[in-house]
């Protein structure tokens, strides 16, 4: 079975960064594309970013292009997700997945999730 991990989450002001981390384990978790989701209170799980097996990126949600990126060391098997310039609108809980497979497909793909970290962006 395939362990995620998240860690990095925390209180932010509008405008700062944050980086989330998480660390990828077990069966099949080197073969797998990982990405990185976030859900709000009434709301429907939302894809963010998606990085394949040879590092090629999928990006889900506009609303992230040009201040989330998403990266992997592949020594180690974690993936990370860089925030910049966070907006209230971004605070979430946000999971890191994995797909099982080395492609970024639809976000239905996505099977094996992490706990959850909360991010709050607040003045």
């Known amino acids: 079975q395939l362990q995620l991990v998240e860690s990095g989450g925390g209180v932010v002001q509008p405008g700062d960064s944050l980086k989330l981390s998480c660390a990828a384990s077990g069966f099949n978790s080197r073969d797998s594309a990982l990405g990185w989701f976030r859900q709000v209170p009434g709301k429907a799980r939302e894809g963010i970013l998606c990085i394949t097996t040879s590092g090629g990126v999928r990006t889900y949600a506009d609303s992230v292009q040009g201040r989330f990126t998403i990266s992997r060391i592949y020594t180690n098997n974690t993936v990370s997700l860089q925030m910049n310039s966070l907006q209230p609108e971004d605070t979430a809980v946000y999971y890191c997945?994995?797909?099982?497979?080395?492609?970024?497909?639809?976000?239905?793909?996505?099977?094996?999730w992490g706990q959850g970290i909360q991010v709050t962006v607040s003045s």
């Open positions: 997945a994995a797909t099982g497979v080395p492609w970024c497909g639809p976000t239905s793909d996505f099977d094996s």
